[in-house]
């Protein structure tokens, strides 16, 4: 008696089991496809992630918000994108063609984050306690010899490349100087910066000194 009772439950079981598979085989495979827009303006949302729930299938949009992929009627679509609010779609069943097309609305989702405070030390007390035993100058002066020192100016100033307006002005200068001397005796440059500095360059690069 016991035999044909479990014979019984294990093709039971077995048709159960068979059932599954194949409700899920029979339904229809389509070529789904559509553009994913904002809610408020219909402008494209470009890279939403439009994945079949509770599995790994799925894509992702263009730039210019549109999708395509094959799906089954029935699947569960999620949508997701950065600024937007998830939502969800279901294929509809018994469609009268294998493809079907969509136009799906994200609607934005406005996140207000904390305030964060930012500190050169990992905590607040050891950033207290920094700023209490710092030492600093005893007046304006004295601050002012540190941060403008002579050297460091000097050295500055020299590093310093030339300013486009002033190397302009400088030119022009000189075009309306030479423009206005022509045919006449050259004009003595002592109070010339500009030939001054050409002077001691060439000094410097040894354009004077004795040829042997």
Do not use: C
């Amino acid at each position: 008696m016991r035999l044909p009772l479990l014979l019984l439950a294990l093709i039971t079981a077995a048709g159960l089991l068979a059932q599954g598979p194949v409700t899920t085989a029979q339904r229809d495979l389509i070529q789904f496809s559509g553009v994913v827009v904002t809610g408020d303006s219909l402008e494209p949302v470009p890279f939403t992630s439009i994945m079949v729930k509770g599995s790994y299938r799925g894509t992702v949009s263009d730039v210019y918000g549109y999708f395509s992929f094959v799906a089954q009627e029935g699947d569960t679509l999620q949508f997701a994108a950065v600024g937007f609010k998830r939502s969800q779609f279901v294929v509809p069943v018994e469609l009268p063609e294998n493809k079907y097309s969509m136009i799906h609305q994200l609607y934005p989702d406005t996140i207000m984050l904390g305030t964060a405070n930012v500190y050169p030390w990992p905590t607040r007390e050891q950033f207290a306690d920094a700023f209490l035993n710092m030492e600093l100058a005893e007046d304006d002066y004295l601050r002012a010899l540190h941060n403008l020192s002579p050297a460091q100016m000097m050295q500055r100033m020299e590093d310093m490349p030339p300013d486009p307006t002033g190397s302009y002005q400088s030119l022009a200068m000189l075009d309306a100087t030479k423009i206005y001397n022509q045919g006449t005796v050259p004009t003595v440059n002592l109070m010339n910066p500009i030939a001054w500095a050409q002077f001691i360059q060439a000094w410097k690069a040894g354009a004077y000194k004795k040829k042997r």
